[in-house]
């Protein structure tokens, strides 16, 4: 990230201008895949099978709406997520299926949005960037009148999995109630690992669990990208005012 001096003489992140917006057409949606790439497969070292160098692309992209932060300067994207409506899944399923039975949620699926392969550019992390992105969600779930919001928040397994499996169980009084629970197809083995390690919340996490969301389940482990994913569910009923006035005042 570029850094300016401020007039204590400290340094501070450049201001980017950006804007929030959902992509148009095949070509603005391979900018988003591109960022996908070189954050999962780049960054995070996953095994993304590809038809195309340098893009993540899968099954699910024809079926989902691409939601992407630009700098207003550069036109680049730097940030996105993508939002599978219920419509759409009823044709292809959600993404989560594969790695959690998600039988119990069968009663929300007319009203269930998955969200999921959201990644932020490494020089744009920051809250504004976060902040855009979940207010264009809000917007999008309060015009379209969803009622939930599902998706995988990850956590790295570098380590092997303790900080993950210490980070679910420290995380254990924000669990949803019984009838909201999922169950991992490939569990982390939470038997066999420490829960006991000094942990940070990721912020996507500590953001969700803040503005209301559940934890539905235990973690499971993703072999391709190497990471627990914990289950994630957002009643929008639950959003706390103050955040839907926050997001929805963000978005344009």
């Known amino acids: ?11 501070r992140p450049q201001r980017h201008s950006l804007s929030v917006g959902f992509a148009h057409g095949q070509s603005e949606i391979l900018d988003a895949q591109r960022l996908r790439y070189r954050v999962f497969a780049g960054e995070m070292g996953a095994n993304l099978p590809s038809r195309t160098p340098g893009v993540d692309h899968d099954i699910y992209d024809p079926y989902c709406r691409h939601l992407v932060v630009r700098d207003t300067q550069s036109g680049e994207v730097v940030g996105t997520y993508r939002i599978l409506p219920p419509e759409h899944a009823r044709q292809i399923g959600y993404y989560s299926e594969n790695e959690f039975d998600l039988t119990r949620l069968q009663h929300l699926r007319p009203r269930l949005v998955e969200i999921g392969r959201s990644c932020v550019h ?16 809000a917007q999008y779930m309060s015009e379209q009148g969803y009622d939930y919001l599902m998706g995988c928040a990850s956590i790295s397994m570098a380590d092997g999995g303790h900080a993950a499996a210490s980070l679910y169980n420290r995380l254990a009084g924000h669990l949803g109630p019984q009838e909201y629970r999922v169950f991992p197809r490939c569990p982390l083995p939470l038997a066999a690992l420490q829960q006991d390690r000094p942990t940070v919340t990721p912020p996507l996490i500590k953001g969700y669990l803040r503005a209301g969301a ?3 389940g235990e973690p499971a482990w993703d072999p391709d990208f190497n990471t627990a994913d914990l289950p994630i569910l957002m009643p929008m009923a639950r959003v706390a005012s103050r955040y839907a006035k926050h997001y929805l005042g963000q978005a344009d």
Do not use: F, K, Q
């Open 1 to 11: 990230m570029e850094h300016i001096r401020n007039e204590a003489g400290r340094s």
């Open 122 to 137: 490494p020089d744009y992390r920051t809250g504004a960037t976060i902040t855009l992105l979940w207010s264009g969600l």
């Open 214 to 216: 559940w934890i539905c």
